[in-house]
């Protein structure tokens, strides 16, 4: 039985959202899965949770000749990741995949925390498909994007099919919400990094934006990347690893 979060939707937008809404070519990769793999060195073993498509994992084996293995919970989407030649695993990420799948030195969740009721769960599960100094490599929509704020300023808050507020989304997440979060857990933040993304749909429907000249507005969201990350960052990437505090302690 699929038990993809998709089917679950419907009575917030209305109809159940394609399958394959994020899938991407790699030679026209969005900003979020550059910056993945600006964190991973090259030829690293790398476990993709939540792998989708398999386009972030098809992309890290051409730009990094990674050994990609991914796991998924939709059928359709498991099928499409391993016509890209991805080793895909069709389910959720359990501690019986382990003799099968091995020790890795990254795995990642892209765009995959935000969807789960216990994320703190898989980060530790997590835990026990690293080497020992592996790291996870984390990305998640920031809640506190200037678009997000200028909705709820007026009284919204719309469930898309896909974004920020893509309607299969239950955890929301903030840059300070996000480095508590996984020290909460057992881990540190090595690095973070943050994706503009001009593409949203707010950049082309907002009042402030829609009237303003391509050019000058990328321009305006590049320097408030730089200036004011919180409010004009889409998405939060982070590099992490274990803490001083060890998980089965951060339970506690």
């Known amino acids: 039985m699929d038990t993809s979060p998709d089917f679950t939707v419907q009575d917030w937008i209305g109809y159940q959202p394609a399958p394959q809404r994020y899938e991407y070519t790699p030679d026209n990769p969005p900003e979020v899965a550059r910056h993945i793999a600006s964190l ?9 949770v939540g792998c989708g498509t398999g386009a972030l994992g098809e992309y890290l084996q051409i730009q990094l000749q990674a050994t990609v293995v991914g796991v998924e919970p939709n059928a359709e989407r498991t099928a499409r990741a391993r016509e890209r030649g991805i080793e895909a695993h069709e389910g959720y990420l359990a501690e019986s995949m382990l003799d099968d799948l091995g020790l890795f030195d990254v795995v990642i969740f892209a765009d995959v925390l935000e969807h789960c009721a ?6 530790r599960l997590a835990l026990k498909f690293l080497k020992p100094e ?3 490599v984390i990305s998640v929509p920031n809640v506190a994007h200037w678009s997000i704020r200028n909705e709820l300023l007026w009284g919204h808050f719309d469930y898309e099919e896909l974004g920020i507020q893509d309607a299969t989304h239950l955890r929301w997440f903030t840059r300070e919400s996000l480095t508590r979060f996984v020290q909460n857990v057992g881990f540190r933040v090595i690095q973070m990094k943050y994706c503009a993304n001009t593409g949203l ?12 000249p391509d050019r000058i507005m990328k321009k305006l969201v590049a320097w408030g990347i730089k200036r004011l990350p919180t409010w004009f960052a889409c998405q939060l990437v982070v590099s992490i690893e274990r803490g001083t505090v060890s998980p089965d302690a951060a339970q506690k």
Request: glycine letters at 6%; aromatic letters at 16%; zero cysteines.
């Open 118 to 123: 216990n994320p703190g769960d898989l980060l």
């Open 40 to 48: 991973i060195q090259e030829k690293s073993r790398v476990l993709d």
């Open 201 to 212: 749909p707010a950049y082309r429907t907002s009042f402030y934006f829609r009237y303003m």
């Open 134 to 136: 592996g790291r996870i």
